[in-house]
Nanobody, 118 residues
Framework: VQLQASGGGLVQAGGFLRLSCAASESISRIGSMGWYRQAPGKQRELVAG???????NYADSVKGRVTISRDNAKNTVYLEMNSLKPEDTGVYYC?????????????WGQGTLVTVSS
């Protein structure tokens, strides 16, 4: 699975961004998809995830401000971020996790940079 992330950019605090992750194949078969971010000097962390059944989960730091969704017809996952804060700054990576008989397999996009200025 190849993933192409887009939509990052520079935005002021309180602003809005919508990230997109386009997959090279049908995402309806993919067990779960998610967005992770990595801030400078920090480990990569989960921001939001969505399962093939539509269940979602969010990091506590973004609850109420972020919405993850998927459009199976377009093989695309979106991350809408409102009320952005400087601490949301980082490289955002799209993830696809396939569940196989022997375990899980993760695929990653190239990342898109989000910079929130104060």
């Amino acid at each position: 699975v190849q993933l192409q992330a887009s939509g990052g950019g520079l935005v002021q605090a309180g602003g809005f961004l919508r990230l997109s992750c386009a997959a090279s194949e049908s995402i309806s078969r993919i067990g779960s998809m998610g967005w992770y971010r990595q801030a400078p000097g920090k480990q990569r962390e989960l921001v939001a995830g969505i399962t093939s059944g539509g269940s979602t989960n969010y990091a506590d730091s973004v609850k109420g401000r972020v919405t993850i969704s998927r459009d199976n017809a377009k093989n695309t996952v979106y991350l809408e971020m409102n009320s952005l804060k400087p601490e949301d700054t980082g490289v955002y990576y799209c993830n696809a996790r396939l569940y196989t008989l022997t375990g899980t397999r993760d695929y990653w996009g190239q990342g898109t940079l989000v910079t929130v200025s104060s």
